[in-house]
């Protein structure tokens, strides 16, 4: 059956709480051991000190370690990307850190694309040099000789490579298949490159990056499998091998989702693909109508990509929509770009991405506050740019907010007619 379909039930079982439909809130801290030596056997398999045998099962043991309702989220959450096993976190920040740091040690290098997420910005540039971790960056526009040549000139074991794509928030793509071949091209037999994706930007329903090579694909939960703006979580997903360490490290560091969460997750998996399939219709309505509008300098959505575009074969290549994602360059600057947001009254100023509610933001200022101002404008993060999460809301009204919106920037501009 297709994942949207098993969202409904896969993993659980109504008999085992008293044939409730739901799987309910397993808001227990620890569970009851049959006896001393079950108990001792799942230590052993939790801690690695001993192998799974055949079909045997993972027990229960405490909240910090594992919960029914983070377990069968986790299972649901690998139909949609086909990966091993998922680990899933109380942000995306934590998804995000924590694979940083199991598969980082002190002396590797991390080449990371930019722009990438503010929060991962700050923890890449900042934190994790702190413990002697090299960070090189390179964008859409960057070669794979160029890549090489990165690479080589730092002297250091490349340790992973980090990428998020589309990027947030300019939509740039990075070819995957790419960074899986400069990956490879260092990888030994005592040492495997990782490449991890961030696919926040996509959710998991319209691009899958373990089928193009990455070796884990993290999400902020909290955008487009969380949904409704009322859940703070994240997920790393990959092969059972690596997803193993992940949960390692997270149960000793303690920052695992709990059962609130996992619940509330399983609730919006079960209408990911309608929320998702809305929200890119939307955005494909609004796109095209911003595009036309004289006080807009230029429209970063994927579906304006033609075949013409540098990044278009990449583009069809890994992704089956445009998303929902949309970034506009406001004739003016920060002036301009501040009298847009402040005009909206349907869409929301607001940070964050993929809910049912359109929202707006502006990245210089705020989500990439902290980004090196240089780095801004080498990648597009100019003070005109504002980005627009599109929503599940009737597009013509969505529309109709923006475009009086943008009329009072052309208002203020004075460059022509208005558009009707």
């Known amino acids: ?20 439909i739901k799987c309910p809130i397993f808001q227990t801290s620890t569970f009851v051991f049959n006896s001393a030596e079950e108990g001792k056997r799942y230590f052993e398999l939790a801690y690695g000190l001993k192998e799974k045998k055949n079909r045997e099962q993972m027990g229960l043991i405490y909240s910090r370690l594992n919960n029914p309702d983070l377990e069968i989220l986790e299972n649901r959450l690998t139909l949609w990307d086909g990966a091993e096993d998922c680990a899933v976190f109380e942000s995306g920040m934590s998804a995000i850190t924590s694979t940083l740091m199991e598969f980082l040690l002190p002396g590797d290098l991390l080449l990371f694309s930019e722009p990438v997420y503010g929060g991962t910005y700050h923890f890449i540039r900042h934190i994790l040099t702190r413990y002697g971790i090299e960070v090189v960056h390179f964008d859409a526009r960057t070669t794979e000789a160029q890549m ?55 959710g998991p329903l319209w691009s899958h990056p373990i089928k193009h090579g990455a070796d884990i694909v993290l999400y902020s939960a909290t955008k487009y499998i969380g949904g409704h703006s009322d859940v703070i979580a994240g997920a790393c997903l990959g092969s059972k091998e690596l997803i193993t360490r992940v949960k390692a490290f997270r149960t000793f560091v303690g920052n695992m989702a709990g059962p609130w969460t996992g619940w509330l997750l399983m609730r919006s998996l079960e209408t990911l693909k309608v929320r998702m399939e809305q929200q890119a219709e ?18 970063h959505y994927l579906g304006l990509i033609d075949v013409d575009h540098p990044q278009y074969e ?3 290549r890994q992704y089956s929509s445009p998303g929902a994602m949309v970034s506009i360059d406001i004739i003016g600057e920060e002036e301009e770009a501040f009298l847009f947001l402040n005009s909206l009254q349907l869409v929301k100023l607001a940070v964050s991405l993929g809910s049912t509610e359109s929202l707006a933001q502006h990245p210089f200022s705020m989500t990439h506050a902290d980004m090196d101002i240089e780095e801004k ?44």
């Open 282 to 299: 939307n955005a494909n309505y609004i796109a095209r109508k911003i595009n036309e509008h004289p006080a807009v300098e230029r429209v």
């Open 148 to 202: 090489l040549e990165k690479i080589d000139r730092s002297g250091s074991r490349l340790g992973m490579i980090y990428i998020e794509t589309p990027s947030n928030p300019t939509n740039d793509l990075i070819d995957i298949e790419m960074c899986t071949r400069v990956a490879k091209h260092y990888d030994t037999n005592e040492h495997k490159v990782i490449v991890a994706v961030d696919n926040t930007y996509m």
């Open 1 to 20: 059956m297709h994942p949207e379909s098993l969202m409904m039930s896969h993993g659980y079982h109504p008999e085992w709480s008293e044939g409730a």
């Open 314 to 316: 990449i583009y069809k």
């Open 377 to 420: 404008y080498e990648v597009g993060v100019t003070p005109q740019l504002v980005r627009l999460s599109v929503g599940i809301e009737n597009k013509q009204d969505i529309w109709n907010d923006i475009r009086q919106a943008l009329d009072k920037v052309y208002d203020k501009i004075g460059e022509g007619e208005m558009m009707v």
